[in-house]
């Protein structure tokens, strides 16, 4: 996957970036706020290679065979299209298999849309001049669309679809048949291949009046080829307190976010201050090439910070060096390889319904439903995340709750079946179906309170251990959407540090204007593990939370933000547990 990480956190967390040594708060670091700035996330990417080939195409040539040739697009939000690749042209074939890949970088947290097009190219065109064919001057024999993580989440990630007509989508007379497209898909071994580094500096110089300095390590990228330019920040170490000759935890990159292991790096090491300003203390330019010889050679590199004299841009090479003390590179399993092997997501959702929302029927509430069709903060966060965890459910029967409200004829419930039954049967067919069901709840359950998160999580904690103990592939995502703070915190803690060893991760959504600064508590970003009132300890983090007002009229989505350390969680999960992909896929 993407990310980078390093070890178990503990101590401060590194609150740093470039040089310039941004500001930022205490319960973020300088990777996050630097792509969500942008708009980015550092969620799963993977580099998927698509392998083409279509069958019984239609016949446009008189004296011989059609010569087809595909394009791929990706399809935004408002239609447009932007052209991905296309193939080499197979003369004088209507089943062809295309040689050319077509390489795009799977997200796991966005709904990627893709346009499949055929041609029957009428000039003779060989090898690369396809690229520099005019599209409008050729034949058009019929289009697919499907979304990206359909092709992933496939047995065998092989999917086939039977091609269309533009006209089509919009005619009722009976579809032609202009034959089928069958598209495999491959990560490339780069997503799945990591390097492990253990840094080590010495003779650092001390930055603090009353101790010595508290050091970290930033790790950034150039954004374009080259050895100068802005960069990205893409991994950082955990905060070594009061320590001029610090080793840090062993830190894992991923190949796919470096790009290649003769790409420069920049390697800073900071002085951390908890007003943000951080102190840069030295740096290093170095490739994973020059740092695996680092490693073998035993040396040190020099550390050195850059001189400004008037104009002219100097170094000034430093007594403090840097160490990599331990370098190995393997390949580990990626998310994508536990979807081959049939595992699948099971998305579930919890309701806010306190009193505290306002009246349903009134235009200032959050539970107003809008005529107009524009939906309310509850209905935009069901739905953006449903949309794309809707894939990874293989039957699509979603587990729905309410809580803090008193349904038709009963007590006040904190975890009561979104779809009006009773007992054990909260599931719901289908994304849409969840909405209607919520949009039916505001007609029948009367707004109440207090807000309590831990019958929700239990119930959703129970469905994972008996997914567990069925030995079902399974992991289980529960989304909590609420308009105000918990009064439960102690039990909530409780219910998420247990949960915390089952298949299952929270993501929670703030709506409104409450001050949710207590539930970023529950959110384990600054490095402090969840402790239950008996004093046990989370085993991991399973918990995202997101103010909707951070992301709401943004450039980042709430999915976006919701779903970045999902994947991330996921393989904690199974590498905790042991749990390899099956190579067996199921036979339902």
Known sequence: MGNCFSGDSHGKFAVGGTSSAPNTHASNDAVDNFFSSRGHNRG?????????????????DVLSKSDPLAVVYTKGKDGSLQELGRTEVVSNSLNPQWITKINVTYCFETVQTLLFRVYDVDTQVHGPEAKTLKLDDQQYL???????????????????????????????????????????????????????????????????????????LVISKYVQSGTSGPTIPICRTEVLNNNLNPKWKPIFLNMSQVGNKDAPLIIECFNFNSNGKHDLLGKAQKSISELEKLSSSKQG????????????????????Q????????????????????????NFMVAIDFTASNGNPRLPDSLHYVDHSGRPNAYQKAIQEVGDVLQFY??????????FGGRPIDGPISHCFNLNGSSGNKPTISGIQGIMNAYGQALSNVSLAGPTLFGPVINSAAKLASESVAADEHKYFVLLIITDGVITDQQETIDALV????????????????????????????????????????????????????????????????LLAELPSQFLTYMKNNDIQPKTKLPTT
């Open 44 to 60: 799963l990417f993977s580099q998927i290679e698509l392998s083409l080939s279509a069958s019984n195409l239609r016949d446009r």
């Open 142 to 216: 019929g289009e697919c669309t499907c979304k990206l993580s359909q092709i992933v989440t496939v047995p065998k990630r092989s999917w086939t679809a039977d091609l269309v007509t533009i006209a089509e989508s919009t005619e009722s007379t009976r579809p032609k048949k202009l034959g089928q497209l069958t598209v495999n898909a491959e990560e490339e071994l780069i997503s799945k291949t990591t390097v492990e580094l253990t840094f080590r500096c010495s003779n650092l110089e001390n930055k603090d009046f009353f101790s010595k300095s508290d050091c970290f």
């Open 301 to 320: 590199e020099n550390l050195f910070l850059p001189v400004y004299i008037g104009k002219d841009h100097q170094s000034k090479v430093l007594k403090s």
């Open 322 to 345: 840097l160490f990599v003390d331990e370098f190995s590179e393997s390949v580990r399993h990626s998310f994508l390889d536990y979807l081959l092997g049939g595992c699948e997501m």
């Open 393 to 402: 459910d293989h039957d699509k029967e979603f587990p729905a709750w309410g």
């Open 498 to 561: 247990m949960a915390s060893d089952l298949p299952l991760s929270v993501l929670i959504v703030g709506v409104g204007g409450a001050d949710f600064k207590e539930m970023e508590i529950l959110d384990a970003d600054n490095g402090e593990k969840l402790h239950s009132s008996t004093g046990r300890v989370a085993s991991r983090d399973i918990v995202q939370f997101v103010p909707f007002r951070d992301v709401q009229g943004g450039e980042i989505s709430v999915v976006r933000s």
